[in-house]
């Protein structure tokens, strides 16, 4: 029984050190801008969104007739040009 309780400790212990994975590179579609930001804060930036990760603001660019707008707090959407 002592062995089962030590094997189950081991276990949880080695889960819960292991690192979690950490964006540092542009996800795809994605451009880094230059800046600071705050973490997970999202706006738009003319044709585009923005989203700030732990490699800085990415930049999702709206498709082609399209550019961002705040449609509620915190919520960006890419929108028809009218």
């Known amino acids: 029984m002592r062995a089962v309780i ?3 400790s081991v ?4 889960v819960t050190a292991a690192p979690t994975k950490v964006e ?7 451009t880094i801008l230059p800046g ?8 738009c930036s003319g ?14 660019p709206c498709g082609e ?9 915190n919520d960006p959407t890419c929108v028809l040009n009218t």
């Open 24 to 30: 540092r590179t542009a996800p795809a579609g994605a």
């Open 47 to 60: 044709t585009g969104v923005t989203k700030c990760g732990h490699a800085g603001i990415f930049f999702f």
């Open 11 to 14: 276990v949880v212990t080695a």
């Open 36 to 43: 600071d930001c705050t973490l997970g804060a999202v706006g």
């Open 6 to 8: 030590f094997l189950i």
């Open 65 to 73: 007739g399209t550019h961002c707008e705040l449609v509620a707090a």
